[in-house]
């Protein structure tokens, strides 16, 4: 045997051993790859389910109504003034009391009126008895008619200076015109009171009114004692009832708008004119609406969407597959937390309600409904904080 054959024996089983060495390493390498690519597929799977809330689309009976702002007015208000010029003498009413028709509110210094009052009367006293005196004379033929006459133009002309002075002092005396609740004092003792110069308000608190006005294409859905729901920011947590007592006859030609006032109970006093108040006049009965959670729509350019979870049957595991899906939705009134859904749902689908903005078309999804959005047509919008 030769040198050549010798080294070609002795190197055939090296290269076997190097193919069978290579071969093992390569296998190794192919598991690893395998499994590590498996690995990462299994885990980007997990990674990429989103958990969202969700809740069932179904129907709500909304109360047909016509929403408007408006304000509150007393049916009786004024400011008490004065009517004459004089130095007041003394004030008699209590700030923010309640006063019947006719109470006396404030004395002005009448006593210079009084005395020439009394001097008129003394005068219409004496017109009275010489008219009489020469009537019996004029009876007797002792004087003329003409003399008579000038008598009892004379008395009459007294008696209407005695009527004249009598009101300048009733007018001195400043009193309620009407039963109702008094304001903040302007006057005091002492104070010189000018024709106008106002002493207090004086408002008639129960019944009050609510004037708010409505767009003119609304008028054949109202009629007088329909009932007016209204609330008031003062009172976040109470809803006040009124009736329509009058629909104004005339719309306001530059506007369009006709003016409605609605009467309220208002026997605690809560309500104050002047207040803004958010009215809703109920047009109907109750109607079913298809409702979901102002949370659950999104919108975009293209319009508003919602995500509809399906079910896609369970992985290995026995657990379920959900997917969420994009669907375009035309939406229509909303109420506190509700809003009412046109097109695009339908009752019983199941829909995301919050965790949207990780989603896309088709994403995968876990439900954990342990904490929900708020989800009311009449929320408590309360503004106290104190706890």
Not at 50 to 62: A, H, I, L, P
Request: no cysteine.
């Amino acid at each position: 045997m030769t040198i050549k054959e010798k080294f070609t024996e002795v190197k055939r089983p090296m290269r076997i051993m190097l193919i069978i060495v290579g071969t093992l390493f390569g296998i190794i390498f192919i598991y690893k790859g395998v499994t590590g690519w498996l690995l990462h597929r299994a885990l980007s799977r997990i990674e990429n389910i989103v958990t969202v809330t969700s809740t069932t689309v179904d129907y709500s009976n909304w109360q047909p109504e016509i929403k408007a702002v408006g304000n509150l007015r007393a049916i009786l208000g004024v400011n008490v003034t004065a009517q004459l010029a004089a130095m007041i003498q003394k004030v008699y009413f209590t700030p923010g009391s309640v006063v019947e028709e006719g109470t006396v509110l404030v004395q002005q210094n009448a006593d210079p009126n009084i005395g020439q009052l009394h001097s008129l009367e003394a005068n219409e006293k004496l017109a009275e008895i010489t008219y009489e005196r020469d009537l019996l004379q004029y009876k007797a033929k002792g004087i003329s008619k003409q003399q008579l006459d000038s008598d009892d133009q004379n008395l009459k002309s007294l008696r209407a200076q005695v009527a004249q002075q009598a009101a300048i002092v009733q007018q001195l005396t400043i009193t309620a015109p009407f039963t109702g609740q008094l304001g903040v004092s302007n006057v005091y003792p002492g104070q010189y009171l000018n024709p106008g110069d106002v002493v207090t308000t004086l408002q008639s608190l129960d019944p009050i009114y609510v004037d708010f006005y409505l767009p003119q294409n609304t008028l054949s859905q109202l009629k007088v004692k329909q009932i007016v729901n209204f609330t008031i920011d003062a009172y976040p947590h109470q809803t006040f009832t009124s009736k329509i007592t009058t629909i104004n006859p005339v719309v306001d030609k530059d506007s369009r708008n006709i003016k409605v006032e609605a009467t309220a109970t208002n026997t605690q006093h809560k309500l104050l004119p002047g207040m803004f108040v958010n009215v809703a006049v109920q047009t109907g009965n109750p109607q079913p609406y298809l409702t979901v959670p102002q949370s659950a729509i999104s919108f975009n350019p293209y319009g508003s969407i919602s995500y509809v979870i399906k079910d896609q049957g369970n992985d290995k595991s026995g657990k379920p597959i959900l997917v969420a899906n994009q669907v375009f939705v035309i939406t229509g009134e909303a109420r506190g937390d509700q809003i009412t859904v046109q097109q695009g749902l339908k009752k019983g689908d199941v829909i995301v309600t919050s965790g949207q903005l990780k989603l896309k078309n088709g994403s995968l999804v876990a439900i954990n409904n342990s904490t929900q959005l708020a989800n009311n047509p009449s929320p408590d919008l309360s503004n106290d904080h104190g706890g």
